[in-house]
C-alpha cells in the first residue's frame, strides 16, 4: 500500500485568467457534496503562495511575474522532494500549470540519478520560454524549463536581464540543469500549440497521442506505446490538466477550455494503465477554475471524480 500525501498548490500567479487558485477548495466542495470523505482520508500540505503579486505593477511581458512563479516552484519543488524522500506518493492538486516545473524539479531532487519521464495529459504543449512565448503566461513554460531549452531559432522576444536571470534560476530549481530530456516526453491529448511548440516537438521527436488517435486505435495500446518509448525512464511523472477534457461535453471551468478533448473516463483510464508500470511516483492535476465554469461547479466535480478514481488505484500500488 503506497502512503498518500496530498500537496495543496493554491498559486494561479503563471496564468493569464484569475480563478485556479480556487480550484482546489471547488475540488473540496465538489467532494462534500458527493458525501466523500476523501478530504480526510489523507493527509495534506499547504504550499504559501504569492497570489497578492498579482497587483504588483511593474511586470514584464515576456514572463510575467517571473520572480514569484520561481519563489513558488521552488517552494513546491521542496515539498514534493521531501515527501519522496519519506517514501509516500505525492498528488498534486495545483492552480495553474507553472507548477508542473517545480513538481518535477522535486521529483528530480528526489531522484538525482534517475532518468525522469514525463506524461503531458494536456491541451497544449508548454513548450514555450520567454523567447518564444505570445502572452507571457508561464504557465505555458513548464516544459521548457524543465529541458533547459530555450528555442531560440524560433525567438520573437527580446529580454531583460532581470528576466533572463530569473529564467535561469528557474531552469535549475531543485537540482542544476536538465530534469528531462526532450524526447522523454509523451503528449496526450495536445490539440493547440503554436509553431515554436510544433518545432520543439518535432526536434525532439515527442509523440502525441490525440484524441483522435486514441479512441481509434485504443487507449490501452497507445499508454503501452508511451510506456515502450519511455522504457529508459526510472521514474514517471504524470501531468494532468483538467483542459485535456472536452469543454462542451463537461465544462469551461478552465483558463484556456479547448473543444474536442477526453472525456473523464478516458482520462481515468489513461492514468490507470500508465499507474500499472509501477514507475509513477507523482501525479498533478491542475487548471480548475471555477469563476468560468459555465455548469456551476462541473469541472470541479469532474476532476474530483478523476482524482478519487486513481488515487485508489494509487493506494493498491
Known amino acids: 500500500m503506497k502512503e498518500i500525501k496530498i500537496i495543496k498548490n493554491r498559486s494561479d500567479i503563471g496564468a493569464g485568467t484569475r480563478g485556479s487558485d480556487m480550484g482546489i477548495d471547488a475540488i473540496e466542495i465538489a467532494a462534500i457534496n458527493k458525501g466523500s470523505n476523501y478530504f480526510d482520508r489523507y493527509d495534506?500540505?499547504?504550499?504559501?503562495?504569492e497570489n497578492e503579486s498579482i497587483y504588483d505593477k511593474k511586470n514584464n511581458s515576456f514572463a510575467k511575474r517571473i520572480e514569484n512563479v520561481f519563489n513558488q516552484c521552488k517552494r513546491l519543488s521542496n515539498h514534493v522532494k521531501v515527501n519522496l524522500q519519506e517514501g509516500k506518493f505525492p498528488v498534486v492538486?495545483?492552480?495553474?500549470?507553472?507548477?508542473?516545473l517545480g513538481t518535477i524539479s522535486g521529483v528530480k531532487a528526489a531522484n538525482p540519478t534517475k532518468r525522469v519521464g514525463v506524461i503531458w495529459i494536456d491541451a497544449h504543449g508548454d513548450l514555450h520560454s520567454p523567447y518564444t512565448s505570445p502572452s507571457g503566461n508561464i504557465h505555458g513554460m513548464p516544459l521548457?524549463?524543465?529541458?533547459?531549452?530555450?528555442?531560440?531559432?524560433c525567438q520573437i522576444n527580446d529580454i531583460?536581464?532581470?528576466?533572463?536571470?530569473?529564467?535561469d534560476?528557474?531552469?535549475?530549481?531543485?537540482?542544476?540543469?536538465?530534469?528531462?530530456?526532450?524526447?522523454?516526453?509523451?503528449?496526450?491529448?495536445?490539440?493547440?500549440?503554436?509553431?515554436?511548440?510544433?518545432?520543439?516537438?518535432?526536434?525532439?521527436?515527442?509523440?502525441?497521442?490525440?484524441?483522435?488517435e486514441s479512441r481509434h486505435r485504443g487507449i490501452d495500446v497507445c499508454v503501452n506505446e508511451a510506456l515502450e518509448k519511455l522504457s529508459n525512464c526510472d521514474v514517471l511523472y504524470v501531468s494532468f490538466d483538467v483542459d485535456a477534457m472536452d469543454c462542451d461535453m463537461i465544462s469551461y471551468g478552465t483558463g484556456t477550455p479547448v473543444s474536442k478533448?477526453?472525456?473523464?473516463?478516458?482520462?481515468?483510464?489513461?492514468?490507470?494503465?500508465?499507474?500499472?508500470?509501477?514507475?509513477?511516483?507523482?501525479?498533478?492535476?491542475?487548471?480548475?477554475?471555477?469563476?468560468?465554469?459555465?455548469?456551476?461547479?462541473?469541472?470541479?466535480?469532474?476532476?474530483?471524480?478523476?482524482?478519487?478514481?486513481?488515487?485508489q488505484e494509487i493506494?493498491?500500488?
Request: proline share 2%; hydrophobic share 40%.
Open 44 to 49: 495534506f500540505e499547504d504550499v504559501i503562495t
Open 261 to 311: 478533448g477526453f472525456d473523464q473516463f478516458e482520462v481515468i483510464e489513461i492514468i490507470k494503465l500508465l499507474l500499472k508500470s509501477t514507475k509513477v511516483a507523482c501525479l498533478e492535476l491542475v487548471e480548475v477554475n471555477p469563476l468560468l465554469d459555465n455548469k456551476g461547479n462541473k469541472m470541479a466535480e469532474t476532476a474530483f471524480d478523476v482524482l478519487d478514481s486513481i488515487t
Open 160 to 167: 531583460d536581464r532581470e528576466t533572463s536571470e530569473f529564467w
Open 169 to 212: 534560476r528557474m531552469k535549475n530549481i531543485g537540482t542544476p540543469g536538465q530534469k528531462v530530456l526532450g524526447e522523454d516526453i509523451v503528449f496526450f491529448g495536445v490539440r493547440d500549440t503554436e509553431m515554436p511548440e510544433d518545432k520543439q516537438m518535432e526536434k525532439f521527436g515527442i509523440k502525441n497521442y490525440m484524441v483522435a
Open 315 to 317: 493506494e493498491n500500488l
Open 93 to 100: 492538486i495545483s492552480g495553474d500549470h507553472s507548477s508542473a
Open 144 to 153: 521548457a524549463a524543465v529541458i533547459a531549452d530555450d528555442n531560440l531559432d
